[in-house]
């Protein structure tokens, strides 16, 4: 049983680049099969996939966010980490980690990211 | 992309009673890998079902899940106080991975 922890800024400027990581316990990320990803939701708002990465390197990302994703594995630290570039007022959302086989088995309890000045 | 549709976007019912959540593909769901979660204010969702029928560890067996191809439902046979909440399908056989808008389960 997996458990996922976010953590980073709760507060980033515009044009600038986010960056969250998570924390994985109860299981070793180099010697599973699961993949680790992110998902967001903008305040009162639905959910959106960003993306995974899986531990054969494969990785997978939302169009929608224009390259501005990269999903990175640290195994050694059992972390990975969310880096979004170029921030806007619409990228403010509660970001959650994301974990599974397939579909989404684990999930951090979220944390808000806001954009402003 | 896969656009998901659910309905009704707000269902309101009385503890006891059975809700019956739809969620329409834009095109077919292969080997049904479509989800259903549940969120609650100010949580995190939780998986309920995978495969579009098979229940995640842990959820009662007042939850299930059908369908397959372009249109799945989720019921809840009868409704206990902690399932009122806001309940999400989405597919994951094919990227980008998307969600459906949601239906809120109220108190009628």
């Known amino acids: 049983q997996l458990q996922l922890q976010e953590s980073g800024p709760g507060l980033v400027k515009p044009s600038e680049t986010l960056s969250l990581t998570c924390s994985v316990s109860g299981g070793s990320m180099s010697s599973s099969s699961y993949y680790w990803g992110w998902l967001r939701q903008p305040p009162g708002k639905g959910l959106e996939w960003i993306g995974n990465m899986y531990n054969d390197g494969r990785s997978y990302y939302n169009p929608s966010l224009k390259s501005r994703a990269i999903i990175s594995v640290d195994t050694s630290k059992n972390q990975f980490s969310l880096k979004l570039t170029s921030v806007t007022a619409a990228d403010t959302a509660v970001f959650y980690c994301?974990?599974?086989?397939?579909?989404?088995?684990?999930w951090g309890q979220g944390t808000l990211v806001t954009v402003s000045s | 992309d896969i656009v998901l549709t659910q309905s009704p976007g707000t269902l309101s019912l009385s503890p006891g009673d059975r809700a019956t959540l739809s969620c329409r593909a834009s095109?077919?769901?292969?080997?049904?890998?479509l989800a259903w979660y549940q969120q609650k204010p100010g949580q995190a969702p939780r998986l309920l079902i995978h495969?579009?029928?098979s229940r995640a560890t842990g959820i009662p067996d007042r939850f299930s899940g059908s369908g397959s191809g372009t249109d799945f439902t989720l019921t809840i046979r009868r409704l206990e106080p902690e399932d009122f909440a806001v309940y999400y399908c989405?597919?994951?056989?094919?990227?980008?991975?998307?969600f459906g808008q949601g239906t809120k389960v109220e108190i009628k």
């Open positions: 994301a974990s599974g086989w397939t579909a989404i088995d684990y």
């Open positions: 495969g579009a029928s």
């Open positions: 095109q077919s769901v292969s080997g049904n890998q």
């Open positions: 989405q597919q994951y056989v094919t990227s980008p991975w998307t």
